[in-house]
């Protein structure tokens, strides 16, 4: 994709990963959009990016995506970027009864959002020059992190969901693009102090350099191998993951 010269609207930027990419993308000189329901977190990154704006956005609720999404097409009629970061992860128990709040609040951020914020602004990507919706999923999508079973399975949902969208966009306007983060050090999981994850600086810095290219994948550091794992020996590598984890 190209590096400038867009207008980019990113989910939960407030925050993590989403901040970072608003960052880069701002410093780049595009126009940045920046959503989320922690009105306090918008105005701190906005605050620190003049210019950067920003919209309160619950990605839960299909009435707000609505809503949202036409407000960004009347203000910002040159969009032509969508990120689709906004994300939950929590410990899910999924060896016993898994809490029915945390199940539908989970699928509801982490899958059903980003494919009703896509499909809110989709017709007008299909008109934009240099289109792009891109989607964060995770490496948990490929080796699952088994103490967030609910989380690992919505991402591995949110690849499947990417590669047909993809392919049926293949010829239109809109290309998709897929990052898939390894373990970063964000808020998630409280990894912000966790010596294991990749820093944030490195990640962004990495997943823009590949953002800049042809690729449909952005993998940075472990990621690669991460995406070669499923496949029939897949479950080696599954356990020797969450032992580690386990074993801190």
């Given at each position: 994709?190209?590096l400038t010269?867009?207008?980019?609207?990113?989910?939960?930027?407030?925050?993590?990963?989403?901040?970072?990419?608003?960052e880069a993308?701002?410093?780049?000189?595009?126009?940045?959009?920046?959503?989320?329901?922690?009105?306090?977190?918008?105005?701190?990154?906005?605050?620190?990016?003049?210019g950067?704006?920003?919209?309160?956005?619950?990605?839960?609720?299909?009435?707000?995506?609505?809503?949202?999404?036409?407000?960004?097409?009347?203000?910002?009629?040159?969009?032509?970027?969508?990120?689709?970061?906004?994300?939950?992860?929590?410990?899910?128990?999924?060896e016993?009864p898994?809490?029915d709040e945390?199940?539908?609040?989970?699928?509801?951020?982490?899958?059903?959002?980003?494919i009703?914020?896509?499909?809110?602004?989709?017709?007008h990507?299909?008109?934009?020059d240099?289109?792009?919706?891109?989607n964060v999923?995770?490496?948990?999508?490929?080796?699952?992190?088994?103490?967030?079973?609910?989380?690992?399975?919505?991402?591995?949902?949110?690849?499947?969901?990417?590669?047909?969208?993809?392919?049926?966009?293949?010829?239109?306007?809109?290309?998709?693009?897929?990052?898939?983060?390894?373990?970063?050090?964000?808020?998630?999981?409280?990894?912000?102090?966790?010596e294991?994850?990749?820093p944030l600086e490195?990640?962004?810095?990495?997943?823009i350099?590949?953002?800049?290219?042809?690729?449909?994948e952005?993998?940075?550091?472990?990621?690669?191998?991460?995406?070669?794992?499923?496949?029939?020996?897949?479950?080696?590598?599954?356990?020797?993951?969450?032992d580690?984890?386990?074993?801190?």
């Open positions: 994709m190209k010269g867009n207008t980019v609207f990113i989910t939960g930027g407030g925050s993590g990963i989403g901040r970072g990419l608003a993308f701002h410093k780049l000189g595009n126009q940045v959009i920046i959503s989320g329901r922690r009105a306090e977190r918008l105005q701190a990154t906005i605050d620190a990016n003049p950067m704006r920003a919209v309160a956005l619950d990605i839960t609720d299909p009435a707000d995506i609505k809503a949202v999404a036409a407000k960004l097409i009347a203000d910002h009629p040159g969009l032509n970027v969508l990120i689709n970061n906004a994300g939950i992860m929590l410990p899910d128990g999924a016993g898994v809490d945390l199940l539908s609040t989970t699928v509801e951020t982490n899958l059903l959002g980003p009703r914020m896509t499909s809110a602004l989709i017709e990507l299909k008109t934009r240099g289109a792009v919706v891109a999923t995770s490496v948990l999508g490929f080796v699952p992190m088994a103490i967030a079973a609910v989380y690992s399975a919505t991402k591995a949902a949110l690849h499947s969901y990417t590669l047909s969208q993809r392919y049926l966009l293949r010829d239109s306007k809109v290309s998709l693009i897929e990052i898939a983060p390894p373990w970063v050090r964000t808020e998630l999981m409280n990894s912000s102090e966790e294991r994850a990749m490195a990640f962004i810095a990495g997943a350099e590949q953002l800049g290219t042809e690729a449909n952005i993998l940075v550091g472990q990621a690669v191998d991460m995406r070669a794992n499923p496949g029939p020996g897949e479950h080696a590598w599954v356990n020797q993951f969450n580690m984890l386990a074993a801190g």
